[in-house]
């Protein structure tokens, strides 16, 4: 791991959104597995909310998928461990409110929670599977690379 991924593995464990993350993954039954770069694993996640294919919470990306598909597309792994980033610089918790003013801000502008949100265009929306488009009301790809 780079000096880079050490402070934000650490960073997101003294914010609590790794410790989140974990809890997050130990309710909901998914299987836990190292990632690359200080990432976590999580595969099988299938609560209901939220709606996504993958999402994150501090250094613990959670996926539908079962282990062994989970983590595989390098696309969505780099656009979650982006979310992985905000986190840590975003001092961990605090992060859900900042998420979530930007994708109401974004759904007024677009009709999309994600097209105008500055942290998921920051993150790369095509790899988070979002589509990239001026017209308000059009909705997401409905492609495995799905996100929150």
Same mark, same amino acid.
């Given at each position: 791991m780079t000096p880079g991924q050490r402070l934000?593995?650490?960073? =997101?464990?003294? =914010?609590? #959104?790794?410790?989140l993350g974990l809890a997050v993954a130990l309710a909901s039954r998914s299987k836990v597995s190292r990632g690359p770069r200080g990432? $976590?694993? +999580?595969?099988?996640? #299938?609560?209901?909310?939220?709606? +996504?294919?993958?999402? *994150?919470?501090? =250094?613990? %990306?959670l996926y539908r998928?079962? @282990?062994? %598909?989970?983590? #595989?597309?390098?696309?969505? $792994?780099? @656009?979650e461990e982006r979310h992985s980033t905000q986190y840590a610089y975003?001092?961990? $918790?605090? /992060? /859900?409110? $900042?998420?979530?003013a930007a994708a109401c801000w974004s759904m007024v502008r677009t009709g999309n929670p994600g097209r105008a949100n500055f942290f998921e265009r920051q993150a790369g929306l095509e790899a988070?599977?979002?589509v990239e488009s001026p =017209?308000?009301?059009? &909705?997401?790809? *409905?492609? &495995?690379?799905m996100e929150a």
């Open positions: 934000r593995q650490a960073a =997101n464990v003294l =914010n609590l #959104s790794t410790p990432l $976590l694993i +999580a595969a099988g996640y #299938s609560w209901k909310v939220p709606f +996504a294919g993958a999402f *994150t919470v501090g =250094n613990v %990306i998928a079962p @282990h062994g %598909i989970a983590g #595989s597309d390098p696309v969505l $792994l780099g @656009h975003c001092l961990g $918790l605090p /992060f /859900f409110a $900042l998420y979530g988070g599977g979002y =017209n308000r009301g059009q &909705h997401r790809q *409905t492609d &495995h690379r």
